[in-house]
């Protein structure tokens, strides 16, 4: 085939023209239009010419502008489903509650436990529904009693822990008013459980003297009207007594007759044998007294405990759990509501001394004290066993604002109140009331101090069972550190430490101060030491604690521990510079005395030690006013952590005195018109 000269002379005079227009303007012999352009140029400026057309052909022209028209849709609105506060599960739990801890120590019990009272008979065995109906105590152990508090601080709500009052006249008035409340709503059994310590005789007067009102009271709803009096061999209330101590007895069974209640309370005996079983007590009235709370006949079941000590059975191991978590259990699955008057906890502390003066006229009538266990408030210590520095004995019990932990637990698990008696203490006092020693009453212990319930409502211990109580540990390394740091045993830092050296010689003086730093030494890597340590380590989850108690707690214990250690260290660089030889300023003085300084003299590490226990402290005074962990704090504060030397003259080397003979000594005249005065007798105090 021929080719087409004619059209490639006209490409050579195109690709001509090019070449010279290029020339022309870049001033180049080289141009992209000579022979050996490559093709795939070509190509691609052709395919690029031929798109730039196609978009300018086929480019969408824009409609004309039309004018926005606004439309408005108006929807009915959907029905809103009224809200929930509840939900319920329909399905029943076999247990409530959580068992003991078996990985804590406690007593464990020498033999099973009776089941049954000790003087009761049961006349007809009565078989449990197959599931039992959970209505009223379900929602009052979801109601936070904090939240009232804050509202209206002066009423006792149903599951307050530490309801405080002078007497026990004023507690039984406001269970008085429970059992009216109960009344209203479904006829009631009250089943009344005494201590029969022998401290516990003036209260159970209190208590027969007293069922009257309650009686009283049952006839005004009678003359109002209620058709549940139309019934002849009908009693809306019914009352059971029984007594417990190292034995448990039903002295009345439930009945309506007054008179057979009050005499039965008043033939309860004085139990001297210290023991009061009274979670034993709670568990076998449940077994008992459930057939009236169940049926369609059902009362409502309320247990009021009398008691002035802690209870010596909460741990008491039967059925692989806790007495207490058994009597829990079994009032929350029978809506048997717990109301305790008790005795206030001393803060951080199970015991408290407790007046007694021998009713016995014929017998010395001096006040004696003895020890009676009224505590702790919490489930673990939460507090440092931690003495002040130059104190000769424990500082002054201070109150809990609460009762011991396991009956104040019962009481807030199942819906009641503990009422804590005291007749030193006033309800509508100052925020800090101060007892003193004399005043205590008869029978009652000795608390130097009493906090405001407005404020102290605020640190309400955690009522939970022991595997709930781990649980809160293990989630915050601080409550964990501040619980193992208080586990430790008694520390007395620096309780009496030496403070004056007479130099005599300088070899004897180096032996007293070597004896002395023994002893600082062998304080610092002892418990002290554990102390620091393991608050150190929970550091780091400080923040994180939100309730005020672990707050407070915490903060104090590390800057008790801290400034311990600086007083104990600081102690013994002094003891250990002074070794090293000092010279006294003044040449006739011949004594050296260690005083407690404002200033840290040992050194860089010290001084930041003493920096941050300072902090600690200060920050419990000023975010925690008012309670027990600020008087501690500021206690701690009032003592310098440092160290200074000073000299004095004390005469070590007095000269030698002459011998002064006694055979010549005028002797005492006779008076002949002194009485002697005879002491009566004195006799210990019983087992209170």
Known sequence: MERPWGREVDDVKWRKALQLRWQAYTGEEDTPFDEDMPAWLVSVTVHLLLFALLALFLRETPPAERPIELVTTIAEPAPEEPPRDFFFSEIEKEEIGANSLSHLEMADAAAELSADFSELTSETEIEEPEQVEITEISLESLVDADVTFESQPKVAVQGAAGTGVSGASGAIDRITQEIIDSLEQRETLVVWLLDQSRSLSGQREKIQQRFHRIYEELGYIESTGDSRFDRNDFSPLLSAVVAFGENITEVARPTADVAALRGAVAGIDNDTSGIERVFATVHQAVGEYKKYAVGADRRNVMFVIFTDEAGDDPQLVQEGKSMLDLAVEGCRKYQMRVYVVGVPSPFGRQQ????????????????????????????????????????????????????????????????????????????????????????????????????????????????????????????????????????????????????????????????????????????????????????????????????PRWQAGYDLAMGRALAAWVRAQGYNHMLARARRGMQFEDGRNDTWVIRPSREILSGSALKKQAADATEYLNRVIEEHPDTPWAMLARRELSEPLGWQWTETFTNVNPPPQPAVSQNNAPRTPRDDTVQRIERKQTRPPPRL
Request: charged share 25%; proline share 7%; aromatic share 10%.
């Open 352 to 547: 408290v001394e407790v007046k007694w003066i021998d009713p016995d006229p014929t017998y010395d009538q001096t006040p004696q004290w003895t020890m009676v266990r009224h505590g702790a408030e919490s489930f673990l210590p939460e507090r440092l066993k931690l003495a002040f520095p130059g104190q000769a004995r424990q500082e002054e019990p201070l109150d809990s604002g609460f009762g011991p932990f396991a009956l104040t637990r019962l009481a807030v698990e199942t819906g009641g109140i503990y009422f804590s008696v005291h007749p030193n203490r006033d309800p509508e006092g100052p925020t800090v009331q101060v007892v003193q020693r004399n005043e205590v009453a008869h029978l009652s212990g000795y608390i130097k101090y009493f906090f405001s319930a407005d404020t102290m409502h605020r640190y309400r211990p955690d009522y939970v069972s022991g595997t709930e109580y781990m649980r809160l540990l293990d989630e915050n390394a601080a409550k964990r550190s501040l619980v193992r740091a208080a586990s430790f045993s008694w520390t007395r830092p620096m309780e009496s430490p030496r403070r004056v050296f007479p130099k005599r010689s300088e070899a004897e003086l180096v032996a007293i101060l070597s004896d002395a730093q023994q002893v600082s030494a062998k304080l610092i890597a002892g418990t002290l030491s554990q102390m620091v340590v393991e608050l150190r380590r929970g550091e780091k989850d400080r923040d994180k604690i939100v309730r």
